[in-house]
């Protein structure tokens, strides 16, 4: 069994992250975002099983007016995350399927997981925005909205560790 090479500097990341949103911007005019991706592929979804759906849909109309929902900008975006992961992992000798336990497996902790995940997909969804694209492309823009909902998060975070800290040894 080959060693696990380490995880990339954060701070490098970090700088790195920032540099691609710099590059999003000039080239495309755009931040980045993710939530955005996955309500244009419900949309095709939707538009090819019940076509009469989405055109009498609001939400599904707005995701479909420029063209196909397939090509949208942030789905491409969303696929590129998923070849950059893949690379990454690869590159870092970190493409083994493994399965972690926890020191105590209880369903607290899956059921923990995904309410919070399905309390960020709302989140996003009311919030008309995911935390990538508020905190990342509306931060850099000097948003104050986005400024107020980093600091929000971050104190909600810290307000809640505590609470499902036990979940996780």
């Keep these: 069994m080959h060693p696990l090479r380490p995880y990339a500097e954060p701070h490098a990341t970090g700088v790195c992250l920032g540099l691609v949103l710099l590059t999003c911007f000039a080239l495309t005019g755009q931040g980045l ?43 491409v ?17 970190r493409t083994r399927l493994t399965f972690v336990r926890a020191a105590r497996p209880s369903g607290g902790r899956l059921f923990a997981g995904l309410a919070g995940g399905l309390l960020m997909g709302v989140g996003a969804t009311l919030a008309r925005g995911c935390t990538s694209g508020l905190a ?34």
């Design 77 to 93: 975006e969303i696929i590129g995350v998923l070849a950059g992961a893949a690379a990454s992992a690869a590159l870092a000798g």
């Design 33 to 75: 975002g993710a939530s955005g991706a996955f309500a244009s592929v419900a949309s095709g979804v939707v538009v090819a099983v019940s076509p009469e759906t989405a055109a009498h849909s609001t939400y599904f109309r707005s995701y479909l007016q420029d063209g196909s929902p397939w090509t949208a900008w942030l789905v």
């Design 136 to 169: 990342l492309s509306g931060g850099a823009l000097l948003s104050v909205g986005a400024w107020i909902f980093m600091l929000a998060l971050f104190l909600a975070g810290f307000l809640v560790a505590p609470l499902v800290r036990r979940l996780w040894p």
